[in-house]
Nanobody
């Protein structure tokens, strides 16, 4: 069982930046592809971005790609989501997820493990 714990969320003003972290509990982290999703109140969970197991490829939601950077440090079992120029519409619970097999990173149903989420609130 892989346990994921997100951190770094909080209340920020529009235009600010945040870096979210997701720490994994086990050493096999380095073999998992990692994704970030978010869910705003009353909305479905949506794909934010993903990074392959070795960090060789990153993918982002088209509407967010200019403001995001995903990275990972396999030695620390941690993946990061850097978000810039945050806007009130970015307010959501942000989740990280682990996916054993490569491909189709956009579908939340294909991820094997999920964190509990971290709240990001952006005030105008």
């Amino acid at each position: 069982q892989v346990q994921l714990v997100e951190s770094g969320g909080g209340l920020v003003q529009a235009g600010s930046s945040l870096r979210l972290s997701c720490a994994a509990s086990r050493g096999i982290f380095g073999t998992y592809n990692m994704g970030w999703f978010r869910q705003a109140p009353g909305k479905e969970r949506e794909f934010v971005g993903a990074i392959t197991w070795n960090g060789g490829r990153t993918l982002y939601a088209d509407s967010l790609k200019d403001r995001l950077t995903i990275s990972r440090d396999n030695a620390k079992n941690t993946v990061y989501l850097q978000m810039n120029s945050l806007q009130p519409e970015d307010t959501a619970v942000y989740y990280c997820a682990a996916k054993r097999y490569s491909g189709n990173y956009f579908s939340s149903s294909l991820y094997d493990y999920w964190g509990q989420g971290t709240q990001v609130t952006v005030s105008s």
